[in-house]
Structure formats: structure tokens, C-alpha cells
């Protein structure tokens, strides 16, 4: 993958993620203030417990910190898939967000994650 599909799909993951929390804010009260600053997105909880999601360019990967651990995702074939387990990042992030905001969340990945 070249450095530009990857900051192409990474940027439509981050959109995603900003995009889910303001749906969830809207039919939710979890209340997720989400920040952004460059590649970088903060999720911060009413509890205020955060997770972190972060590109890595020089890795072509998409980091998450929550309160369950630090994970790492590549893109493989049309998802961002963890690098030990295989798990896919947005089920892993729905997951962690809900068991932080204390109620069920759900975070969906891109419609066209390969843009065809």
C-alpha cells in the first residue's frame, strides 16, 4: 500500500469515528466528547475515562489506548484488523467505548473502506 491509499483509508476511519459519535450523541446519552487534532482522535467519557485513537504513518497503522489495553491495526484486504488477534478495529472500539460509557455504542466502519 502506498503512503497515500493508506492516509486515505486511515482518514476515512477517523471521519467514521467522528461521525459515530455524533450519531451516538444524538440518540444516546453517553455524552462522548470526541477531540481531533491532526491524526489523532480523544474520545473522552462522561466518566471521564478516555480512548485514543492514533495514526501511525511511518507503520501504516491505526493505534487505539483504552482502559483495556493498547491495540494495533493494519489494513488487510478491505478492514483495519488488529495485528495479534486479527479482531477488527471498529467492533473493537464499539466494544471498548461501551464497556467505558457504561451502555452499548456502536462504532461502524467506513461504507466504502477501498473507495470502489
Same mark, same amino acid.
Given at each position: 500500500?502506498? $503512503?497515500?491509499?493508506?492516509? !486515505?483509508?486511515?482518514? =476515512?476511519? @477517523? ?6 459519535c &455524533? =450519531?451516538?450523541? !444524538?440518540e444516546? !446519552?453517553? $455524552?462522548? &466528547?470526541?477531540q481531533?487534532t491532526?491524526?489523532m482522535i480523544?474520545?473522552? *467519557?462522561s ?5 485514543? %485513537?492514533?495514526?501511525? #504513518?511511518?507503520?501504516q ?5 483504552? #482502559?483495556a489495553?493498547g491495540?494495533?491495526? #493494519? *489494513? =488487510?484486504?478491505?478492514?483495519?484488523? $488488529? ?5 477488527? *478495529? *471498529? ?9 467505558q460509557?457504561?451502555?452499548? @455504542? %456502536? ?8 473507495g470502489?
Amino acid at each position: 500500500m502506498t $503512503d497515500l491509499e493508506y492516509q !486515505d483509508l486511515a482518514e =476515512r476511519a @477517523l471521519t467514521a469515528i467522528e461521525t459515530a459519535c &455524533d =450519531r451516538i450523541n !444524538d440518540e444516546t !446519552d453517553a $455524552d462522548i &466528547d470526541n477531540q481531533r487534532t491532526g491524526g489523532m482522535i480523544t474520545l473522552t *467519557f462522561s466518566n471521564r475515562s478516555q480512548i485514543i %485513537v492514533n495514526l501511525q #504513518k511511518p507503520l501504516q497503522e491505526i493505534w487505539m489506548a483504552a #482502559k483495556a489495553g493498547g491495540f494495533h491495526y #493494519k *489494513f =488487510r484486504g478491505n478492514q483495519w484488523l $488488529d495485528t495479534k488477534d486479527s479482531s477488527e *478495529f *471498529f467492533t473493537g472500539l464499539s466494544r471498548y467505548a461501551s464497556e467505558q460509557a457504561g451502555q452499548p @455504542l %456502536v462504532f461502524n466502519a467506513p461504507v466504502s473502506v477501498t473507495g470502489k
